[in-house]
């Protein structure tokens, strides 16, 4: 579109504004309603102040990914037809448990807004938010034609909830539930799913604990038609499993409940069926307990697959090489390291068009090996399309990242995690700046990047100058003075999400970034060297952002043990508990 | 000397009466004699620490021997310069407390458990999150493994995170139960409390310092062990079997930490739950730094000197 139609020149050449030939509201609208990517409406919206207008009004879908970066009024305000939110909240490092319980994040402020200004709402999805089982019941009641609910790694609700958005959401298409911090109170949630609900197409409810009733769910998956999404929990058997995929067999993504089980071999065979009728199938987790006594149920379905999640399932190299043999098309590969290098030299050879691999620790205290620098090296080889890569290990070298880097140069996302802090190369012994020295001065397309081992601030100075492109940084027991930081803060044009944790960084390097935090997102600091007056003094420089410190019990009152630092236009937090203290 | 015996109630005074003044007096003939030597003070204080077998009966004894100077139940090593006859009772008000808290250390789920499950190897609270890790590794959240990914095998079975509500009900109630006991100890009592207790470790010389739990730890030899994989690194499994070289004083560095008063002490001097309430970081000091440590003996040395007389 050109701007210059839209009367912009026509206000710079000063002509009278009744002559303006301007797009009428209507055809902005039109062709607005047909852009749906985030990043391009805000784009339009900057344009000028018609366009911003008419943008705003047809907005459907707002992604806020930092509850705090705004407050619930001014996005009802801004965005007066919004049908779908993503909302998320805590710092990911509350994954890890350095954000103490209580923190914030509590969904219920931002529902009691949408239940006036969005009484239309119709999706939510929700990550690293405090949910409470009385917010689901609000959110039930209050929005009729609710229909998709998806929550990842919340907490703070249970199972009875559930039932409050089983009995009450009419058109429900989608109930996902994943890695959350749930009271799995058991009871029948799944049985308040009304007879003459038949809408559901997404149901994932594989990390709940308890038993459902498998008869609720037979009928459930039997009347919901359009049911393309269903990961059920640990309590599905095999057999079971086998019933519900032959009343689905549409089924695109479909996550199993244990393979524990002597079945009779009518079963297996009545097991193979049904998953041979699954065409659709593409993806495919869960998968606990399995061994190659039962694996092979799955084999018919393997060719067509592109994202086999075997991240729950502790099998060997040999069951992994089963799989991937028949699995030529996959895409995204997830396993554990009991798969070992062997495992992975099997990736290397079965799976060509792979791009995106994660390697999760069985046990990330056991000394054992698990994968080590030549499983990584076998995969690069063998997957020249590998852009992500998510890898915990026990040990690493220089050589093997270096080899990496130039079999896989479009790495966009790259986290490799050496196990043990401050590890060095372990052939000589040398930090592990080379290893990501490499993997950024070749990589050119990286946007996300996680480091470990023993690193200098040689290894920042890497970062600083190569990784142009970097959105997303997070450190861990690496670097020698504030320097590393500096290099970082000054050096990485596009960053907008840093969390570092032990490092000798302080103030010098917090301030550092000041000319970056405009355009992050923020910036989260634990167990540096960080002290409460660099904070204040970053607080007095940048009055548009929330420098939070959260106070350990008993420490230090000088230092500043958690920062947590973001932009905002909402102001300060008016909810933040005791232990947060905003600057 | 009665008296102070008397303030004792753990130790079996009457049995070990007749043996304890000797004990007494060798332990003070040690203190005064060695004062000048500081690489001796070292050492003596380390045969101290190590002289007593973790059994109670000698606890008992080595508690009476040290009670007589310093009037707290084993206090300080003899580094501390503080008098504390009064403090000596609510350190053992301290002692009761710690051990009544002892079992629901990390039975909680709202404790940001930072003990790492070597069954699941995530870190999110859970009712699960209880085992220590075997290798004594146990830094706050690390490695980076989110609760979706730990071994579900060992994870949940049955049980559900509504273990997480009970316990944190039993933690209330024997929260009660000690503030009823003990009123001024409170405060101790709450941070013996803790579901997790992590401190700081740093090392002379190494610019990173590290996080160390101290509740997945049972005794010093075992912090220590942790200490020195974390910062010697030494994995081998013939070294690991030897007794930790921090601790008896063989190694060049000292392990030691700063109390609640700010004070720096020797590792190892105090029962084990007492450490545990009063220590606020740990410092692992090079030998030749432990000088600093000296003086203040030497003000205890005279003050005991004093007492006795």
């Known amino acids: 579109m050109d701007p210059a139609a839209t009367g912009v020149t026509v206000a710079g050449t000063g002509a009278d504004p009744a002559k303006t030939t301007m797009f009428p509201e209507e055809f902005l609208k039109r062709t607005f309603s047909l852009i749906n990517s985030d990043k391009d409406r805000n784009s339009v919206s900057l344009v000028c102040k018609d366009w911003y207008n008419v943008e705003r009004m047809s907005r459907r ?523 | 000397m009665d008296v102070t015996l008397g303030l004792l109630p753990d130790s079996p005074a009457g049995d070990d009466g007749g043996g304890v003044p000797s004990g007494v007096s060798t332990t003070v003939k040690s203190i005064l004699t060695k004062e000048d030597n500081n690489k001796n003070n070292m050492v003596m204080c380390s045969e101290v620490s190590s002289s007593y077998p973790v059994g109670d009966q000698h606890l008992g004894d080595l508690e009476l021997g040290l009670g007589l100077s310093i009037g707290g139940g084993g206090g300080g090593g003899g580094l501390k310069g503080k008098v504390v006859a009064g403090g000596g009772w609510s350190q053992y008000a301290r002692i009761l407390t710690a051990k009544d808290f002892k079992q629901n250390s990390c039975s909680s789920s709202s404790c940001s458990v930072s003990i790492p499950n070597s069954a699941t190897s995530g870190f999110k609270r859970s009712a699960t999150d209880s085992v220590s890790p075997t290798n004594g590794n146990s830094v706050v959240g690390w490695p980076p493994v989110s609760k979706a990914h730990r071994m579900p095998s060992l994870a949940n079975e049955n049980k559900s995170p509504t273990g997480n509500r009970i316990s944190v009900t039993e933690q209330n109630k024997s929260k009660n139960r000690t503030a009823v006991i003990n009123d001024y100890s409170n405060e101790k009592a709450r941070i013996s409390d803790k579901k997790y207790h992590s401190v700081k470790v740093n090392m002379d010389g190494s610019l990173i310092g590290r996080k160390v739990d101290l509740n997945a730890h049972t005794s010093y030899e075992m912090l220590a062990q942790t200490l020195e994989e974390m910062f010697f690194r030494r994995r081998s499994s013939t070294e690991a079997a030897k007794s930790s070289r921090l601790l008896d004083g063989t190694s060049e560095f000292v392990l030691t930490y700063e109390d609640k008063d700010g004070d720096c002490m020797l590792v190892g001097d105090v029962p084990w739950q007492m450490f545990l309430s009063s220590v606020k970081r740990l410092r692992i000091m090079k030998n030749s730094e432990s000088n600093e440590l000296a003086p203040r003996f030497q003000e205890n040395n005279e003050r005991r000197r004093t007492d006795v007389v």
Not at chain 1, 130 to 152: G, P, R, Y
Not at chain 1, 171 to 197: A, H, K, M, R
């Open chain 1, 61 to 583: 879908h707002v992604s806020i990914r930092n509850c705090y970066s705004v407050s619930p009024e001014i996005v009802t305000a801004r965005f007066p037809a919004i049908r779908s939110v993503t909302l998320k909240g805590k710092p990911r490092f509350s994954d890890f448990n350095l954000v103490p319980d209580d923190w914030g994040a509590d969904v219920q402020p931002w529902l009691n807004v949408f239940a006036t200004a969005y009484p239309f709402l119709e999706e939510l999805r929700l990550k690293r938010m405090a949910v409470s089982d009385e917010s689901l019941e609000f959110l039930a009641l209050n929005f009729d034609d609710f229909k998709a609910l998806s929550m990842l790694s919340c907490e703070g609700f249970s199972t009875l909830g559930l039932e409050a958005i089983a009995t009450h959401c009419k058109n429900l298409t989608e109930l996902d539930i994943q890695e959350n911090g749930i009271d799995d109170l058991g009871g029948d949630w799944l049985s308040y799913f009304p007879e003459n609900l038949t809408s559901l197409e997404v149901l994932n409810f594989s990390t709940l604990t308890s038993e459902v009733s498998f008869d609720a769910l037979e009928s459930l998956v039997s009347r919901c038609k359009s049911l393309r999404v269903l990961k059920v929990n640990r309590k599905i058997n095999l057999e079971q499993l086998g019933k519900l995929l032959v009343l689905a067999p549409q089924l695109i993504e479909l996550g199993t409940g244990t393979f524990l089980e002597e079945l009779v071999s009518g079963s297996v065979n009545g097991l193979e069926n049904a998953f041979s009728k699954c065409g659709n199938l593409v993806t495919l987790s869960s998968f606990w307990d399995a061994t190659l006594l039962h694996l092979p149920v799955v084999y018919p379905v393997c060719g067509n697959l592109t994202f086999l999640n075997l991240s729950y399932a502790n099998i060997g190299p040999d069951e992994l090489e089963q799989i991937l043999s028949r699995s030529k098309r996959l895409v995204r590969l997830w396993v554990v390291d009991t798969v070992g290098d062997k495992g992975l030299e099997a990736v290397g050879s079965h799976c060509p068009l792979l791009e995106e691999l994660r390697v999760f620790p069985v046990d990330p205290f056991d000394q054992q090996l698990g994968v080590t620098d030549s499983g990584l090296v076998a995969v690069s080889k063998g997957c020249p399309k590998l852009h992500y890569i998510l890898y915990f290990c026990q040990r690493m070298t220089n050589a093997a990242v270096i080899t990496v880097a130039q079999n896989c140069p479009n790495f966009t996302h790259f986290r490799l995690c050496i196990m043990n802090p401050s590890e060095p190369d372990y052939l000589t012994n040398e930090p592990m700046d080379e290893a990501f020295g490499a993997i950024v001065k070749t990589c050119t397309k990286l946007q996300r990047l996680s480091v470990s081992g023993l690193l200098t601030d040689l290894a920042f100075e890497y970062i600083g100058r190569y990784a142009k492109n970097l959105e997303t940084l997070s450190v861990a027991f690496a670097g020698d003075s504030d320097l590393g930081m500096e290099y970082v803060m000054r050096g990485c044009p596009k960053l907008k999400r840093v969390e570092i944790r032990d490092c000798p960084f302080g103030d010098s390097a917090l301030l550092s970034g000041l000319t970056q935090y405009e355009s992050m997102r923020s910036l989260w600091m634990s167990d540096c060297n960080v002290t409460m007056d660099g904070c204040k003094k970053l607080a007095e420089e940048m009055s548009w952002l929330n420098v939070e410190v959260i106070k350990d019990e008993g420490g230090d009152d000088r230092l500043a043990n958690k920062v947590y630092v973001y932009r905002t236009v909402a102001g300060p937090r008016k909810d933040a508990p005791p232990f947060v203290v905003t600057l």
